[in-house]
């Protein structure tokens, strides 16, 4: 089995910084495109950040500017580095990796975090 770990949520004050960790562990062979989302209460899951096995990213028009997402290909870890949070940031953020097993390497199928929480308050 594939599994993503989330953590380094918590507690931060409006124009705060945290930084999320996610680390893929498991049989796995390669690991395509990786991203985080986030689920505030009350409302849908929504994309946060997205990034490429090269490099590249996208943000939500949310966050662009504030948050930078990263990974570490060798260490199988992507990062969210969120700074100027926000209150409507609250949200339970997910980890999400496109990943291939040692078993089956050409069949990439999507991974999920737990989900570790933010919150953003005074």
């Known amino acids: 089995q594939v599994q993503l770990v989330e953590s380094g949520g918590g507690l931060v004050q409006p124009g705060g910084s945290l930084r999320l960790s996610c680390a893929a562990s498991?049989?796995?062979?390669?690991?395509?495109?990786m991203g985080w989302y986030r689920q505030a209460p009350g409302k849908q899951r929504e994309l946060v950040a997205t990034?490429?096995?090269?490099?590249?990213?996208n943000y939500a028009d949310s966050v662009k500017g504030r948050f930078t997402i990263s990974r570490d290909n060798a260490k199988n870890t992507v990062n969210l580095q969120m700074n100027s949070l926000k209150p409507e940031d609250t949200a339970v953020y997910y980890c999400n990796a496109e990943v291939s097993s040692v078993w089956s390497q050409d069949w990439y199928r999507e991974v999920w975090g737990q989900g570790t929480l933010v919150t953003v308050s005074s």
């Open positions: 990034i490429t096995s090269d490099g590249s990213t």
């Open positions: 498991g049989s796995i062979f390669s690991i395509s495109d």
